[in-house]
């Protein structure tokens, strides 16, 4: 009587667990089988982890306000800035929030620093008409003039 593999392997695994090969086979496939589960627990918690670790260190670099009251300059961490403000930044751009100085409610701006090498000084963007049809409003440095939006244009940042 001749026998398939199949019928061979099948034969192997109904003798006893402990003996022969049968035993390699069912040792071998619980080593398998615990290390499958152990990169799996090990994916979940990579997962966990980053999911519920802080952001970056490149999204925690201090922003500069301006208070338009008590006309104070200060920084504040992003993670600091109230969460609906942070929200509505994602899709209406930078807002406005309450100075820790004077407590004046929404009165502090963001500021950006001026490309210019030269200039760098820092200064509440006022969106200016760009002159060009069909062009944005663009952000001029209101201390050396340079339009912010043309540079960046111009000198792509590598």
């Known amino acids: 009587m001749s026998w398939t593999p199949l019928e061979e392997v099948i034969s192997l695994l109904n003798v006893s667990q402990?003996?022969?090969?049968?035993?390699?086979l069912w040792r071998k496939e619980t080593?398998?089988?615990?290390?499958?589960?152990?990169?799996?627990?090990?994916?979940?918690?990579?997962?966990i982890v980053s999911i519920s670790s802080p952001p970056s260190?490149?999204?925690?670099?201090?922003?500069?306000?301006?208070c338009q009251k008590c006309r104070q300059e200060f920084t504040i961490m992003p993670r600091d800035i109230p969460p609906a403000k942070r929200?509505?930044?994602?899709t209406q751009g930078p807002q406005a929030i309450d100075c820790p100085?004077?407590?004046?409610?929404d009165s502090a701006l963001p500021m950006v620093q001026c490309l210019n090498e030269k200039c760098g000084r820092w200064f509440v963007p006022q969106n200016v008409p760009s002159g060009r049809p069909g062009s944005p409003a663009t952000q001029v440095c209101l201390y050396c003039g340079l339009d912010q939006f043309r540079y960046l244009a111009e000198h792509p940042q590598k």
């Not at 260190?57 to 301006?66: L, S």
């Not at 929200?87 to 994602?90: D, L, W």
């Not at 100085?101 to 409610?105: D, E, I, N, Q, S």
Request: glycine content about 18%; aromatic content about 4%.
């Open 18 to 24: 402990s003996g022969g090969i049968a035993g390699k």
């Open 31 to 47: 080593l398998l089988l615990g290390l499958l589960g152990l990169i799996v627990v090990g994916a979940v918690v990579i997962t």
């Open 57 to 66: 260190a490149g999204n925690q670099i201090p922003r500069r306000y301006f």
């Open 87 to 90: 929200r509505a930044e994602a």
């Open 101 to 105: 100085k004077c407590g004046a409610k």
